[in-house]
């Protein structure tokens, strides 16, 4: 008896040799552009990309998913569907997207930026508590003494000062817990974010730093999305444009102002912020 099937059923397509990754790469350019993202083999090569190039990220500090992600971009390129040597190609491009982010992670800049010379060329910023001699001890330039006078903890404005402080982390954790939040991730992520501000004495700074810092993310499991939306709704959106907005100011911010909870939960853009972002809606790691 004559197996019908055999006839139709094609053959394996072999992506591990170059021959069968070139082929494979202009079927899906033929295919179309969502050819990638319903194509099983499609798929397959994209595990395949993340366990090859997994070394690789690892040694830049990224995650082997990341990896794959620039394999993903150089893939989709003529250059290398009309490569001798894709995989050769390919592995490149991963190289220098991988050297770009561990550049733009220690220039705390993006990472298209981190690819031109001009900004690759300046070195990692260094925090005065890093440094065996820190500058701050011993260069006057980083004295506030003089002109900022301690005050003693017993001083009532200083009381005062943390009450308020005090009472928006509270009123914040609130916010996150009425929209969904469990009340332990909460307090715990929003007293981490606030504890960063504190100890760097600028919003702006605290979200560049918190934003990279995956193991604080990994210690809090949050998954990303979650950790993204909450410093951006605590701390407020980095962007300019948004600077002079309530989206751009953050709910802390906002609180020590003196707006109260049931104003934040008249906002509706905030609140759909923080209830779509709660860990319990199974958000991707």
Not at 195 to 206: D, K, M, N, P, T
Not at 244 to 266: D, F, K, M
Request: aromatic share 6%; charged share 25%.
């Amino acid at each position: 008896m004559i197996d019908t099937n055999s006839s139709t059923r094609q053959p394996r397509e072999d992506y591990t040799t170059s021959e069968g990754l070139r082929a494979l790469l202009h079927r899906l350019h033929h295919a179309g552009a969502r050819a990638w993202e319903h194509d099983r083999v499609a798929a397959e090569l994209a595990a395949f990309a993340a366990e090859k190039y997994a070394a690789l990220a690892r040694k830049h500090g990224l995650d082997p998913w990341e990896a794959a992600s620039a394999a993903f971009d150089v893939m989709r390129t003529r250059s290398a569907r009309e490569a001798i040597d894709p995989w050769a190609v390919v592995t490149r491009g991963v190289q220098v997207t991988c050297i770009a982010e561990e550049r733009g992670q220690g220039l705390l800049c993006a990472t298209h930026q981190a690819r031109r010379p001009h900004i690759s060329a300046f070195h990692d910023p260094e925090r005065f508590a890093d440094r065996e001699n820190p500058l701050a001890d011993y260069h006057p330039a980083f004295h506030v003494v003089d002109r900022y006078p301690i005050i003693e903890d017993d001083d009532p404005n200083t009381a005062r000062d943390t009450d308020t402080a005090r009472r928006a982390i509270d009123r914040a954790i609130t916010l996150f817990t009425t929209l969904g939040w469990p009340e332990s991730t909460a307090r715990e992520a929003i007293e981490h974010v606030c504890s960063a501000v504190a100890r760097i004495g600028s919003r702006q700074s605290a979200y560049e730093l918190l934003r990279r810092d995956k193991h604080a993310r990994a210690l809090l499991d949050l998954p990303a999305a979650s950790w993204s939306s909450l410093l951006h709704v605590l701390l407020g959106h980095p962007h300019p444009a948004y600077r002079a907005t309530s989206t751009g100011r953050g709910i802390l911010l906002r609180l020590l102002v003196g707006e109260t909870l049931p104003t934040l939960l008249s906002d509706d853009d905030l609140v759909m912020v923080v209830a779509m972002s709660a860990p319990t809606h199974g958000n991707a790691r």
